[in-house]
């Protein structure tokens, strides 16, 4: 039987599968070694949005994947202030809050979300409060099924952590058992032209990402993965 992987790391392929057709440049894809989903192979952060308003549906129904994201105990703890342009003053509120360089290019995006999670939980078995030190890894979740969400309908997100969350707890009233954590610019994928410079060439660049013999070990920390033979892994 053949081995799930050969002893060395294979070279990446820079179509995003081992045997996938050349994609759209504005596609970005990174160079991969396995096959992954589309949804995840063509996701990447844009800075250029387009002027052309989001889909209430699409919108919800990012919001719904979200609400469907595992988390420890069913605590879901994931919270979300949702900004639209010219409907209402969150957009405005969440704006003043990004970073200068964030404000740069972010005003182009027509959907700003800011993302939440409340720091504890009630614990089952001593009914009552108690820290919840996973909240972040689960608010993780429902923020990555937020984008493939918004990935499988043709929309675009880039997470931000360039923001002051205390000026967003005062802006938005949030309760002090909720941490802001990142914010997220959506919609639709504009033109790289209407950056600056600057950006522009960021924004025109290859993603790049570490090579899986980085960050998957073996036996033990810093051993990678493929000094192991997983054949026998495969007839155990």
Same mark, same amino acid.
């Given at each position: 039987?053949?081995?799930?992987?050969?002893?060395?790391?294979?070279?990446?392929?820079?179509?995003?599968?081992?045997?996938?057709?050349?994609?759209?440049?504005?596609?970005?894809?990174?160079?991969?070694?396995?096959?992954?989903?589309?949804?995840?192979?063509?996701?990447?952060?844009?800075?250029?949005?387009?002027?052309?308003?989001?889909?209430?549906?699409?919108?919800?129904?990012?919001?719904?994947?979200?609400?469907?994201?595992?988390?420890?105990?069913?605590?879901?703890?994931?919270?979300?202030?949702?900004?639209?342009?010219?409907?209402?003053?969150?957009?405005?509120?969440?704006?003043?809050?990004?970073?200068?360089?964030?404000?740069?290019?972010?005003?182009? #995006?027509?959907? $700003?979300?800011?993302?939440?999670?409340?720091?504890?939980? +009630?614990? /089952? *078995? @001593?009914?009552? =409060?108690?820290?919840?030190?996973?909240?972040?890894?689960?608010?993780?979740?429902?923020?990555?099924?937020?984008?493939?969400?918004?990935?499988?309908?043709?929309?675009?997100?880039?997470?931000?952590?360039?923001?002051?969350?205390?000026?967003?707890?005062?802006?938005?009233?949030?309760?002090?058992?909720?941490?802001?954590?990142?914010?997220?610019? #959506?919609?639709? $994928?504009?033109?790289?032209?209407?950056?600056?410079?600057? +950006?522009? /060439? *960021? @924004?025109?660049? =290859?993603?790049?990402?570490?090579?899986?013999?980085?960050?998957?070990?073996?036996?033990?920390?810093?051993?990678?993965?493929?000094?192991?033979?997983?054949?026998?892994?495969?007839?155990?």
């Amino acid at each position: 039987m053949t081995s799930l992987m050969s002893a060395t790391e294979p070279t990446p392929s820079p179509s995003g599968k081992l045997h996938q057709e050349q994609q759209p440049p504005r596609h970005k894809l990174v160079a991969t070694s396995y096959p992954a989903m589309a949804a995840i192979l063509e996701r990447w952060s844009p800075r250029s949005f387009a002027d052309r308003p989001v889909e209430p549906e699409k919108l919800l129904s990012m919001f719904e994947a979200a609400r469907l994201a595992p988390s420890a105990h069913n605590t879901q703890p994931a919270r979300f202030i949702v900004g639209c342009q010219g409907a209402g003053i969150g957009y405005d509120r969440l704006f003043r809050c990004l970073s200068t360089g964030n404000q740069l290019w972010a005003h182009s #995006a027509r959907v $700003l979300i800011l993302a939440a999670a409340i720091r504890t939980r +009630l614990s /089952q *078995r @001593e009914a009552e =409060p108690v820290p919840y030190p996973h909240c972040m890894h689960d608010l993780g979740l429902a923020v990555m099924s937020l984008i493939l969400q918004a990935q499988s309908v043709g929309l675009f997100c880039h997470p931000m952590a360039g923001f002051d969350p205390e000026q967003a707890r005062r802006e938005f009233e949030i309760p002090p058992l909720f941490e802001p954590m990142v914010v997220i610019a #959506a919609g639709y $994928l504009g033109a790289p032209e209407s950056l600056p410079p600057d +950006l522009r /060439q *960021r @924004e025109e660049s =290859p993603r790049t990402r570490r090579p899986l013999s980085e960050l998957v070990f073996g036996d033990t920390w810093g051993q990678s993965l493929w000094q192991l033979d997983l054949s026998e892994a495969e007839s155990a």
